[in-house]
């Protein structure tokens, strides 16, 4: 019994270690991602959503309000840049899910065909 608890306390011991290593190392967590919503459609945008899990898409809209038709927003999309995105618009008008890539470039434009 003595032996299990000892090396019990030496893996919790090394855990804390570990965490307190990263932390001298200066590590910080990933930043939220956050992209420029360009709406230049002549339709307001009603719903958008950006998912690392594509199946997730769609689920939760991340607009704090409608972005009027030539108007732009600030979205905060997480902490993934690699996503699934959905949109939807005020005419009856959508996006389906598409994947997109906000690595290096953080702004979306959305026009009309």
Request: aromatic share 6%; with cysteine.
């Given at each position: 019994?003595?032996?299990?608890?000892?090396?019990?306390?030496?893996?919790?011991?090394?855990?804390?270690?570990?965490?307190?290593?990263?932390?001298?190392?200066?590590?910080?967590?990933?930043?939220?991602?956050i992209?420029?919503?360009?709406?230049?459609?002549?339709?307001?945008?009603?719903f958008?959503?950006?998912?690392?899990?594509?199946?997730?898409?769609?689920?939760?809209?991340?607009?704090?309000?409608?972005v009027?038709?030539?108007?732009?927003?600030?979205?905060?999309?997480?902490?993934?840049?690699?996503?699934?995105?959905?949109?939807?618009?005020?005419?009856?008008?959508?996006?389906?899910?598409?994947?997109?890539?906000?690595?290096?470039?953080?702004?979306?434009?959305?026009?009309?065909?």
């Amino acid at each position: 019994m003595g032996r299990k608890l000892f090396a019990s306390a030496i893996l919790v011991a090394a855990a804390f270690a570990g965490a307190d290593n990263a932390a001298a190392q200066g590590r910080k967590p990933a930043a939220d991602v956050i992209i420029t919503l360009v709406n230049a459609t002549e339709s307001a945008v009603i719903f958008f959503d950006a998912r690392k899990d594509a199946a997730a898409v769609g689920g939760q809209n991340l607009l704090k309000a409608a972005v009027a038709p030539k108007g732009t927003a600030r979205v905060n999309i997480g902490k993934d840049c690699a996503v699934t995105l959905a949109v939807d618009f005020e005419n009856g008008g959508s996006i389906e899910p598409v994947a997109h890539n906000f690595c290096r470039d953080r702004t979306l434009r959305l026009t009309s065909e």
